[in-house]
């Protein structure tokens, strides 16, 4: 399949959906390990988005993410506004393409992941989102084709594995060891961007 600009809106919309959906888990994941807003964030700037892309005006992948990033970026705030906004920009700057084919599709996930690694100074490990985007995309470039439950499976796995993690970036950092025994709320909103994904390339079979 191609990847087209309807596929981005889905993406988004579904996206959207999730965050809406688990707003207070990811609110009462950063309670524990943050500031407690990570959930009111994401809800406030992904509603936004999915509304704006909605509208359907936008004519391929590039600018659908190109819209995405400007309204994430202005309207989610806090350390994770800039981060995914970075990461959907990268993704529409990645492609000139209006629909775009798997190979392509990589290059966009690791130009968000390497946006996100510049924008937040951080690497895998440090229990960010990071360390949901990095698997993903060593995934993705291993197979051939879209894959739903490769993209999803492994986005599962890795953010469960950030409860293991101490982190050294964001304010969970502040708590040092006793950030153990959590799961990073990026990773988990994170989490719900790849299922989200995963089940719009799904319903295309
Ligand atoms: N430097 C970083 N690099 C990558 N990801 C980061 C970094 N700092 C924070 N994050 C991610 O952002 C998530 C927190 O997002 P949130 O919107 O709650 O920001 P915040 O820490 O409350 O920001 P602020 O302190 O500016 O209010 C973390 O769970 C982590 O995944
Ligand atoms: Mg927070």
């Given at each position: 399949m191609k990847f087209e600009a309807q596929h981005a809106v889905q993406w988004i919309q579904k996206a959207n959906d999730k965050i809406q959906e688990h707003k207070d888990e990811l609110t009462e994941l950063d309670r524990k390990i943050g500031d407690g807003d990570h959930g009111i964030n994401m809800a406030r700037g992904f509603q936004e988005a999915a509304d704006e892309v909605s509208a359907g005006d936008l004519s391929g992948v590039p600018d659908v993410l190109k819209q995405t990033a400007t309204t994430v970026m202005s309207?989610?705030?806090?350390?994770s506004g800039p981060l995914y906004g970075t990461a959907f920009l990268k993704m529409s700057m990645a492609v000139k393409d209006e629909a775009v084919d798997y190979k392509q599709f990589v290059g966009m996930i690791e130009a968000a992941l390497g946006g996100i690694k510049q924008r937040g100074k951080s690497e895998e490990?440090?229990?960010?989102?990071i360390d949901v985007w990095s698997p993903v995309y060593e995934a993705m470039k291993d197979a051939d084709d879209f894959d739903a439950a490769l993209i999803k499976d492994t986005a599962s796995s890795s953010m469960e594995a950030t409860k293991e993690m101490t982190a050294?970036?964001?304010?969970?950092?502040?708590?040092k060891e006793r950030s153990k025994d959590h799961l990073d709320p990026g990773a988990v909103s994170s989490y719900y961007l790849f299922e989200a994904l995963s089940e719009t390339l799904k319903e295309e079979g």
């Open positions: 309207k989610v705030g806090g350390a490990g440090e229990k960010t989102m050294t970036k964001g304010r969970a950092s502040y708590l």
